[in-house]
């Protein structure tokens, strides 16, 4: 399994980035594909995450109402768009994988099964 992401950047404060996720190595049908972020010195986090029937979303309280998940699922691409981002939003993005997840679990880093790489997103004040 491969996790591609990318997208991030620098942005003031009020703007806007999109990001994106390309899963690949296997089906992806009925696996949680979600967004977490870590900033220096702090834990991962969850940010948002589409549920195993790949239409439910599932957002952290800090985010919703500003960022909002989109999927190609034909291509195992997941986009979260992230809209009025402040400063307290940069950290390094990271896109994850979780099979065989319950629903409870989804908010929870250290049960998923794969990674990417991360990308680093800045929001300058």
């Keep these: 399994v491969q996790l591609q992401a990318s997208g991030g950047g620098l942005v003031q404060a009020g703007g806007s980035l999109r990001l994106s996720c390309a899963a690949s190595g296997r089906s992806f049908n009925n696996a949680v594909l979600a967004w977490f972020r870590q900033a220096p010195g702090k834990e991962r986090d969850f940010v948002a995450a589409f ?18 998940l989109s999927r190609d699922k034909a291509k195992s691409t997941v986009y979260p768009q992230m809209n009025s981002l402040t400063p307290d939003d940069t950290a390094v993005y990271y896109c994850g ?5 319950i629903q409870s679990s989804i908010r929870t880093s250290r049960l998923y099964n794969y990674w990417g790489q991360g990308t680093q ?3 300058s004040s």
Excluded: C
């Design 97 to 101: 994988v979780g099979f065989n997840m």
């Design 121 to 123: 997103v800045t929001v």
């Design 51 to 68: 549920s195993q029937n790949g239409v439910n979303t599932h957002y952290a309280d800090s985010v919703k109402g500003r960022f909002t």
